[in-house]
T-cell receptor, first 114, second 111 residues
Framework: EPEVTQTPSHQVTQMGQEVILRCVPI?????FYWYRQILGQKVEFLVS????????KSEIFDDQFSVERPDGSNFTLKIRSTKLEDSAMYFC????????????FGPGTRLTVL | GEDVEQSLFLSVREGDSSVINCTYT??????LYWYKQEPGAGLQLLTY?????DMKQDQRLTVLLNKKDKHLSLRIADTQTGDSAIYFC???????????FGDGTTLTVKP
């Protein structure tokens, strides 16, 4: 069964460093998303991406964040200068074009900023 | 903006039914979802319902939607210890739009 994969599963970084979180969406999907979940809190939408551009973003997704689909398979989230409060689980999701568009979630990357 | 609320904890005995409740504020919500998250794992879509439906049943799961009250519930029949997890209610407006999640309900199933 096709699935969304994410790497790494856990990333530890120093405050101020740049991190890139990687996702491989399901191959025939067209819509891509990043969500984050701070420990013990709800899952929050960050950004959606379609046709090589951002289609929607939340207030959380400020200038420190960027997304890219550098090739036909990967979808990345970059945080330019990490802050302590960026520590969270980051989930990638993708969906297709059907009438009901289930978002398939990856297993997440746990980011720890020290 | 959109808001989705859930009670935080529910504890039941194995074999009983569990009912997890959710309320949402946005009347234009079109798609309503229930996700399950086990410790350290990602989000697994359990079931969904369109806003023009009142009820959906899928094996042990029954989803009830009261659109007038903006209330959604998930009933798990014959709850098992393996059902212990966090259950998230979520909504979206369109079939490709963002999802707004509730805080999650931690279900504990006691043997």
């Amino acid at each position: 069964e096709p699935e969304v994969t994410q790497t790494p599963s856990h990333q530890v970084t120093q405050m101020g460093q740049e991190v890139i979180l990687r996702c491989v969406p399901i191959s025939n999907h067209l819509y891509f998303y990043w969500y984050r979940q701070i420990l013990g809190q709800k899952v929050e939408f960050l950004v959606s991406f379609y046709n090589n551009e951002i289609s929607e973003k939340s207030e959380i997704f400020d200038d420190q964040f960027s997304v890219e689909r550098p090739d036909g398979s990967n979808f990345t989230l970059k945080i330019r200068s990490t802050k302590l409060e960026d520590s969270a689980m980051y989930f990638c999701a993708s969906s297709g074009q059907e009438l009901y568009n289930e978002q398939f979630f990856g297993p997440g990357t746990r980011l720890t900023v020290l | 903006g959109e808001d989705v609320e859930q009670s935080l904890f529910l504890s039941v005995r194995e074999g009983d039914s569990s009912v997890i409740n959710c309320t949402y504020t946005d009347s234009s919500s079109t798609y309503l979802y229930w996700y399950k998250q086990e410790p350290g794992a990602g989000l697994q879509l359990l079931t969904y319902i369109f806003s023009n439906m009142d009820m959906k049943q899928d094996q042990r799961l029954t989803v009830l939607l009261n659109k007038k009250d903006k209330h959604l519930s998930l009933r798990i029949a014959d709850t098992q210890t393996g059902d212990s997890a966090i259950y998230f209610c979520a909504e979206s407006h369109t079939n490709a739009g963002k999802s707004t999640f509730g805080d999650g309900t931690t279900l504990t199933v006691k043997p």
